[in-house]
Structure formats: C-alpha cells, structure tokens
C-alpha cells in the first residue's frame, strides 16, 4: 500500500506569499522488488543474502537475533512467557517464509514448528 501525503507550507514576506508541496510517500516493504531465487545448488550465498534482508523487512528476524528462550515452565514470570510466545511465533514465520523460497525437494528436509 501506497500513501500519498501532501502538505501545504506558507511563507510570506511584504508582498508575496510562497506556497511549498512536501510529498510524503509511505511504502510498503514487501512492495519492493529484490527478488528471493529459490534456493539451489549455486545460490545459496544471493539467496541467504535476500532473505535475511526480507525477513528484516517484514520485521519476522527476531529468531535469528535471539536466543531461543527456555521453555515454559509453572514457574515462568508474564514476561518470560510473553517472550518465548514471541519467539515461537516469530519462527513460525521465518520457517514458512524460508519455505517459500526454496525448490520442494529440499523443503521436505526442514522441521516445520509445531
């Protein structure tokens, strides 16, 4: 999605009035065209490249900066369980995002969260 903003900037001296446009344009990462190959045998360094860049732009590389979190326990805080849930979810994302990017037969060799 594409958002278009324009602005109305006045300035005026004694005898003139200068009006200014500012155009503000929003974009939509995944709008962007830096095409992910799928993955193959001679890829692999452009296709890793591509998709980390991806995964940062849909905001879904929190697993791949972070620890995994320890697993939950009775014993875990609101925030402990917030963030392993976080997580979680954020790794689902990543792995189904990798598995669209990559030829079938590989794709059956990747463990799929649960």
Same mark, same amino acid.
């Given at each position: 999605?594409?958002?278009?903003?324009?602005?109305?900037? $006045?300035? +005026?001296?004694?005898?003139?009035?200068?009006?200014?446009? @500012? @155009? $503000?344009?929003?974009?939509?990462? $995944?709008?962007?065209? +830096?095409?992910?190959?799928?993955?193959?045998?001679?890829? #692999?360094?452009?296709?890793?490249?591509?998709?980390? /860049?991806? /995964?940062? *732009?849909?905001?879904?590389? #929190?697993?791949?900066?972070?620890?995994?979190?320890?697993?939950?326990?009775?014993?875990?805080?609101?925030?402990?369980?917030?963030?392993?849930?976080? *997580?979680?979810?954020?790794?689902?994302?990543?792995?189904?995002?990798?598995?669209?990017?990559?030829?079938? +037969?590989?794709?059956? $060799?990747?463990?799929?969260?649960?």
């Amino acid at each position: 999605m594409v958002k278009h903003d324009i602005y109305l900037l $006045s300035n +005026c001296d004694d005898k003139h009035v200068f009006f200014n446009y @500012v @155009v $503000s344009k929003s974009v939509n990462f $995944s709008d962007i065209k +830096c095409g992910i190959p799928k993955l193959k045998d001679d890829n #692999y360094k452009v296709w890793k490249e591509r998709v980390l /860049l991806h /995964l940062g *732009w849909m905001d879904i590389d #929190y697993t791949i900066r972070k620890e995994k979190p320890l697993a939950i326990t009775e014993t875990n805080t609101l925030v402990a369980v917030d963030l392993y849930e976080k *997580w979680d979810r954020y790794n689902r994302l990543s792995v189904t995002f990798i598995k669209t990017n990559i030829f079938v +037969c590989i794709r059956g $060799s990747i463990v799929q969260p649960l």
